[in-house]
């Protein structure tokens, strides 16, 4: 069973850049991709993007020019930096995997890290 | 990119009730369409994947059917876990797209 644990802070000031971490466990990375889905206060799910094992990435358009997804296959983690960020980016951040067999559904989700993008 | 709508955006109902919620594509997408629970201050869960399969260790009662470019998430006997919002997601085009979420609470 695969199992995500996020890290990283919880406050960022505006101009600067989010950093996230999500460790995952349980299941070889080889054998999803890697997501990240971010749901702003009482509002709805917006993909951020994802990774996959051999480094492939690819991005939310609206967000593209600011966000970079990594993946550290020594520490079975994959992150998400976002820069230059508003309030506009105070959200959940969620990490989320999906199965490279399947049909991109998410099935498993990391606990939800609260970012709020204040002064 | 793909537009998901739902409906209702919210709607009250008993223990017991049969509950329908609807999602509307903005164009064919298969049956590429699936549908989380989420509790408030958690993250979302599977409920069903490919328009109509049931995710693992998720209770008969929830279905899923498919017309065309509209999706039903049926729920046949509402039991209390069940008050939630729930989302469908479109996994056809990139980017994945999520509807605007249906909440259910009680009557």
């Known amino acids: 069973q695969v199992q995500l644990q996020q890290s990283g802070p919880g406050l960022v000031k505006p101009s600067e850049t989010l950093s996230l971490t999500c460790t995952v466990s349980?299941?070889?990375?080889?054998?999803?991709?890697w997501d990240w889905i971010r749901q702003p206060p009482g509002k709805g799910l917006e993909w951020i993007g994802s990774?996959?094992?051999?480094?492939?990435?690819s991005y939310d358009p609206s967000l593209k020019s600011r966000v970079t997804i990594s993946i550290d296959k020594s520490k079975n983690q994959f992150s998400l930096m976002l820069t230059s960020v508003t309030a506009a980016d105070t959200a959940m951040y969620y990490c989320?995997?999906?199965?490279?067999?399947?049909?991109?559904?998410?099935?498993?989700w990391g606990q939800g890290t609260l970012l709020t993008v204040s002064s | 990119d793909i537009q998901m709508t739902q409906s209702p955006s919210s709607l009250s109902a008993s223990v017991g009730d049969r509950v329908t919620i609807t999602c509307r594509a903005s164009?064919?997408?298969?049956?590429?369409l699936n549908w989380y629970q989420q509790k408030p201050g958690k993250a979302p869960k599977l409920l069903m994947y490919?328009?109509?399969s049931l995710q693992g260790g998720v209770p008969s009662r929830f279905s899923g059917s498919r017309s065309g470019t509209a999706f039903t998430l049926t729920i046949s006997s509402l039991q209390p876990e069940d008050f939630a919002t729930y989302y469908c997601?479109?996994?056809?085009?990139?980017?994945?797209?999520f509807g605007p979420g249906t909440k259910v609470d009680i009557k």
């Open positions: 490919a328009a109509t």
């Open positions: 989320a995997s999906r199965w490279i067999g399947g049909g991109n559904q998410f099935d498993f």
């Open positions: 997601q479109q996994t056809y085009g990139t980017p994945v797209t």
């Open positions: 164009q064919n997408i298969n049956n590429y």
């Open positions: 990774i996959y094992y051999s480094g492939t990435a």
């Open positions: 349980g299941v070889s990375m080889r054998t999803y991709y």
